[in-house]
């Protein structure tokens, strides 16, 4: 059990009865003790997304899940297979439950699973990854007087706002969380 305070995105819950994972959390606060936790969670078996307001003194019940480490080998069609690092095995995973972090994707890339009886259930990345830029406008000369981000295509497809003084073939790192430039990699 843990205090509704604490629900953080990607957090695995159960609600109603049902395993839910939490996709957005935010602790809204009007005045006194008025405050609440606005949660968004998808429901596990069924898919469906539903809004759901907790106290913040409520308390949550957390399932017993078990976290793996897998990399990420290939995408094939609307499944992403990933390869067990303790056993080697391949498996198949829903795009649905890759979400957004499929764009930051790339093969070899080292990420984790929390598992529910046996079925994957939720995707982590890296907090921070590495990729290069394909596409980007030209540098302008001058431009970095003033701060005028650019729009850059990565190596895996996925479009970010980066400084101007990148240029294509540099490798940037991203923060997989917000999907936002972090800095140029060394």
Same mark, same amino acid.
């Not at 606060?29 to 069924?46: D, F, V």
């Not at 992403?80 to 795009?95: E, K």
């Given at each position: 059990?843990?205090?509704?305070?604490?629900?953080?995105?990607?957090?695995?819950?159960?609600?109603? %009865?049902?395993?839910?994972? @939490?996709?957005?959390?935010?602790?809204?606060?009007?005045?006194?003790?008025?405050?609440?936790?606005?949660?968004?969670?998808?429901?596990?078996?069924? %898919?469906?997304?539903?809004?759901?307001?907790?106290?913040?003194?409520? !308390?949550? =019940? @957390?399932?017993?899940? =078990?976290?793996?480490?897998?990399?990420?080998?290939?995408?094939?069609?609307?499944?992403? +297979?990933?390869?067990?690092?303790?056993?080697?095995? $391949? @498996?198949?995973?829903?795009?649905?439950?890759?979400?957004?972090?499929?764009?930051?994707?790339?093969?070899? =890339? !080292?990420?984790?699973?929390?598992?529910?009886?046996?079925? $994957?259930?939720?995707?982590?990345?890296?907090?921070?990854?590495?990729?290069?830029?394909?596409?980007?406008?030209? +540098?302008?000369?001058?431009?970095?007087?003033?701060?005028?981000?650019?729009?850059? !295509?990565?190596?895996?497809?996925?479009?970010?706002?980066?400084?101007?003084?990148?240029?294509?073939?540099? !490798? @940037?790192?991203?923060?997989?969380?917000?999907?936002?430039?972090?800095?140029?990699?060394?």
């Amino acid at each position: 059990m843990i205090k509704a305070v604490d629900l953080r995105k990607g957090k695995t819950i159960l609600h109603e %009865g049902e395993v839910c994972v @939490v996709h957005e959390a935010q602790h809204v606060a009007k005045g006194n003790k008025r405050s609440y936790m606005q949660a968004r969670i998808k429901n596990i078996k069924t %898919g469906t997304i539903v809004d759901v307001r907790f106290n913040v003194d409520d !308390r949550v =019940e @957390v399932p017993f899940v =078990e976290t793996r480490e897998y990399e990420y080998l290939y995408r094939e069609g609307d499944h992403f +297979v990933l390869m067990d690092m303790q056993s080697f095995d $391949q @498996v198949n995973i829903r795009a649905d439950v890759v979400g957004d972090a499929g764009l930051f994707l790339k093969p070899n =890339e !080292r990420v984790s699973c929390q598992l529910y009886n046996g079925q $994957q259930i939720t995707f982590e990345l890296p907090l921070v990854v590495e990729l290069e830029v394909v596409d980007t406008p030209p +540098v302008v000369k001058g431009a970095t007087v003033t701060n005028q981000p650019k729009e850059a !295509r990565l190596e895996t497809g996925a479009r970010i706002r980066v400084p101007a003084f990148i240029a294509p073939g540099e !490798r @940037v790192r991203v923060d997989t969380r917000t999907g936002q430039y972090v800095e140029r990699a060394k």
